[in-house]
């Protein structure tokens, strides 16, 4: 609605966790570098943690790319450790069909085994981590650490979710993360930075700026910071100021937006 008047082709903070969609902020980039290297080298699993709203998946999605390995992502993992053995089967490229853990265990094994022949080892990300409250499902996922061919594991694992998680992690799995990496708050930097990359990348050349320099600090605070919430405010604050017929979005525009979205919503 607002593209228009702000000179965009699109809209720039729509919600998305397309890879192209990153913006190689400093945390982030340096959380990319310690996940990749500790995937890589050890062969094992690592965990990504942050309030919700602070970019895991994109991240996560990110690093798949990076990598370039075949990648199973799992998005809502509270399964019986059956149910999602055969997922992670079927994501491996096994052909769909019921089956028991033992036999989707040797799906996997086998199915594993085929790539780590063809140079092929695969990330298995496992998404919202933290709704899984069945311990046998967080030993399923340890045990698949153990198919290995060349004696380092033939799958790479990436747990991403809340802090909690954690917690919650077997001691034997808790003891296979080869790093723990939190993506937390950007700092007001960043936010600026996430903000106006975010305009620039829906624009087809450049233009004048959209947020004032106080607008873009105020919408860092009221965002804690958090992507997710840059990403509501700032689209909001750019209809408010199309609705007045501002050219740019001021220091009142974010106050307006903000008064918009109890913090609850914001962080869902």
Do not use: W
């Not at 999605?61 to 053995?85: D, F, M």
């Amino acid at each position: 609605m607002y593209e228009a008047h702000h000179g965009l082709i699109r809209r720039p903070f729509a919600e998305t966790v397309d890879p192209s969609a990153y913006l190689p902020l400093a945390g982030h980039e340096a959380i990319l570098r310690r996940l990749r290297y500790a995937l890589e080298a050890s062969r094992g699993a690592a965990a990504l943690y942050g309030p919700p709203g602070s970019g895991k998946t994109i991240l996560a999605r990110r690093l798949s790319t990076a990598i370039g390995s075949p990648t199973v992502h799992l998005t809502y993992p509270a399964l019986p450790s059956s149910e999602l053995l055969a997922m992670i089967a079927e994501g491996l490229g096994d052909p769909p069909g019921s089956s028991t853990m033992i036999e989707s265990l040797r799906r996997i094994r086998d199915r594993l085994a085929a790539m780590s022949a063809r140079g092929d080892r695969p990330l298995l990300i496992v998404d919202e981590a933290q709704t899984i409250r069945d311990p046998s499902t967080f030993e399923a996922l340890r045990g698949l650490l153990n198919f290995a061919t060349d004696g380092t594991s033939d799958l790479s694992m990436l747990l991403v979710g809340a802090t909690e998680y954690l917690f919650d992690l077997p001691a034997g799995l808790s003891d296979r993360l080869s790093a723990r990496c939190l993506a937390g708050t950007l700092t007001e930097s960043e936010s600026i930075a996430y903000v106006v990359g975010r305009i620039q990348s829906a624009r087809s050349d450049g233009g004048p700026d959209l947020f004032s320099p106080s607008a873009l600090s105020a919408l860092h605070l009221a965002a804690d910071g958090l992507p997710r919430r840059l990403n509501r405010l700032a689209d909001l604050a750019l209809l408010i100021a199309y609705a007045r017929e501002l050219p740019i979005v001021d220091e009142e525009t974010i106050t307006l937006a903000a008064r918009e979205f109890p913090q609850g919503s914001l962080a869902a």
